[in-house]
Nanobody, 116 residues
Framework: QVQLVESGGGLVQAGGSLRLSCAAS????????MGWYRQAPGKQRELVAT???????NYADSVKGRFTISRDNAKNTVYLQMNSLKPEDTAVYYC??????????WGQGTQVTVSS
């Protein structure tokens, strides 16, 4: 059993910043990758950013230069620093964990709302 606990969402004005956190716990002996995805109303869930076990990162083009993903391996926690937020960043943000080589788990989601 694995649990992902997300925090840090909220309401912010355009141009502002938020930091999301996702802490993983449970039967994890290897984290292959962690990442963030988002889903806006009426749209499909899309990748925001991922970071693998080696520290390599991958970003959606729409957030490059504004968002930064990072990990604290000792805490099994992934962070998403979001700067220069835009109204189009409004969505429910989901944490994803790819672990134990072949397993996949999702967080419950945290709402991010950016007002214009």
């Amino acid at each position: 059993q694995v649990q992902l606990v997300e925090s840090g969402g909220g309401l912010v004005q355009a141009g502002g910043s938020l930091r999301l956190s996702c802490a993983a716990s449970g039967s994890i002996f290897r984290i292959n990758a962690m990442g963030w995805y988002r889903q806006a109303p009426g749209k499909q869930r899309e990748l925001v950013a991922t970071i693998n076990s080696g520290g390599s990162t991958n970003y959606a083009d729409s957030v490059k230069g504004r968002f930064t993903i990072s990990r604290d391996n000792a805490k099994n926690t992934v962070y998403l620093q979001m700067n220069s937020l835009k109204p189009e960043d409004t969505a429910v943000y989901y944490c994803n964990l790819y672990y134990n080589y072949a397993l996949d788990s999702w967080g419950q989601g945290t709402q991010v709302t950016v007002s214009s």
